[in-house]
């Protein structure tokens, strides 16, 4: 019996050394903000998620979202939104979520607005578990400038090679 006790202790010490008992690096409630990836560090630009830590926005979206589009922390990441990108409104129904954006988001190229739509919708779909985005920007009149509606399905998710 002292045996077994003395191995668990051992056992014990050594995982605390390796560090598999360190729980500082874990989340509270963890957020996936889908980013590109950077082709220096990956084969291709692809759509990964990097995990965030979003306690602190339990009931706020807007504000999550706003983080969100401010860019990834790690270099490992490329943010593929402008940097003057505002929410300035965002709805959550029971199927689809509808945010509208500054104009700064509709400036990009069409590749560029594809890739950034894809990379929204994966991160607000993901957030609020709904099914559909819709994503509008409006002008400073407060004009239609783009409009575009998304889900999960429409973004290509798999490599063709």
Known sequence: MKRYL????????????????????????????????????????????????????????????????????????INPFPQKTIVQDITVNNVTVEIILNDAFSQLNEVELTSACACLTMTILDLTERQRLIITTLDKVGNVVYTTSMTKEHILLSDTD
Do not use: H, M
Request: charged share 20%; hydrophobic share 30%; net charge negative.
């Open 6 to 77: 003395c191995y668990i202790c051992i056992i014990a010490i050594i995982l605390s050394f390796c560090g598999c008992a360190n729980t500082s690096t874990k989340l509270k409630k963890p957020a996936k903000f889908y980013y590109l990836t950077d082709p220096e560090n990956y084969q291709s630009n692809a759509i990964t998620p990097e995990l965030r830590e979003s306690s602190e926005y339990t009931d706020d979206l807007r504000s999550l979202i706003q983080v969100y589009l401010e860019g990834p922390t790690s270099s490992l990441y």
